[in-house]
């Protein structure tokens, strides 16, 4: 299937997109983009447009960030309207059966050259403004609404994101997906379906299907709040996240990598909750322990608990 036509439809003309692989981060004219893709060999693009020249992140963080320099990130998102969907966990033909069996009118599936498929629904309008935080939470609260409804579909039985078979790491607008019709490890990252974007009275009907987020210990949390304990943490954690935090032996192999440290405190600022001291306890009780295993000094993780703190308290 055309490439030109996977990402015309998922992108308007004059949209910029970065693509690449994962360190990639200035976005291009998408037109380019696509004519270039033979030689270049993309692996990733990101889901939504970026803004070409404009770090809004600047209004936020003048010291950190340069108002002239765009980059990846989900404030610069110059469009709010399409969703990745990532199955993990079981068969490929049953990942697509999945998928069709929800009645969501995809706009394109795209095999990752791996062990899932790549799911994509465009919508006609943006969720929320760009540029703005409060965009950037609907169309969060949205994707978390859908996935949780694809994950009903599967087993009604689920009751939390981090219990079902969607990938929680890939709602966020700025996310990376597989770039169609090139090769990954020897195989071809296929468009296994292409489709159209979802009318506003299709995706109405959609909504409509959509649960809340359930999480442990009360009926329903709504998807746009963060977690206030334990139990709500481990519900709106994405797997790659809790994986960092459960098993930080995969990570730890030198006494240098504090860095990753810092970004488990922002990841989990950004996705799942505002508490930093919740956030440390859970650190205390899965991660730091095995850090000292590995020789970590306990002055070293004494000053990583500060920075982390700070991280909570920056605006």
């Known amino acids: 299937m055309s490439t030109h036509k996977f990402f015309n439809t998922l992108f308007n003309g004059h949209d910029h997109i970065v693509a690449g692989d994962r360190y990639s981060s200035k976005p291009e004219l998408m037109g380019n983009i696509v004519e270039n893709s033979i030689h270049a060999g993309y692996q990733l693009f990101t889901v939504n447009p970026i803004h070409p020249s404009i770090d809004f992140g600047y209004s936020l963080n003048p010291e950190k960030y340069k108002v002239n320099e765009s980059r990846r990130a989900d404030i610069n998102c ?38 899932s498929y790549h799911a994509i629904l465009s919508l006609e309008r943006d969720i929320g403004q760009p540029h703005t935080e409060h965009g950037i939470q609907q169309y969060k609260q949205v994707w978390k609404r859908i996935a949780a409804y694809i994950n009903s579909v599967y087993d009604s039985k689920v009751l939390s994101l981090q219990d079902g078979v969607i990938d929680s790491c890939t709602g966020n607008p700025s996310r990376f997906t597989r770039f169609p019709n090139t090769m990954r490890q020897g195989h071809k990252q296929r468009i296994e379906f292409q489709g159209t974007r979802c009318s506003d009275e299709n995706f109405t009907k959609i909504l409509k299907k959509c649960p809340l987020v359930k999480a442990p210990e009360v009926n329903f949390v709504d998807v746009a709040n963060y977690a206030k304990n334990e139990k709500q943490f481990w519900a709106l954690c994405c797997k790659g996240l809790a994986n960092w935090i459960k098993y930080p032996e995969e990570w730890a192999k030198s006494e240098n990598n504090y860095p990753r440290l810092r970004d488990i405190a922002y990841w989990s600022k950004r996705e799942v909750t505002k508490d930093g001291k919740l956030l440390l306890d859970v650190l205390e009780e899965h991660t730091f322990p095995v850090l000292r295993q590995f020789g970590y000094p306990q002055h070293k993780i004494s000053n990583v608990k500060d920075i982390i703190i700070k991280i909570f308290k920056e605006t």
């Open 78 to 115: 110059s469009g709010l309207r399409n969703f990745i969907f990532e199955i993990d966990g079981i068969a490929l033909d049953d990942q697509l059966e999945l998928l069709f069996r929800t009645g969501i009118p995809w706009t394109s599936i795209v095999y990752s050259g791996n062990k």
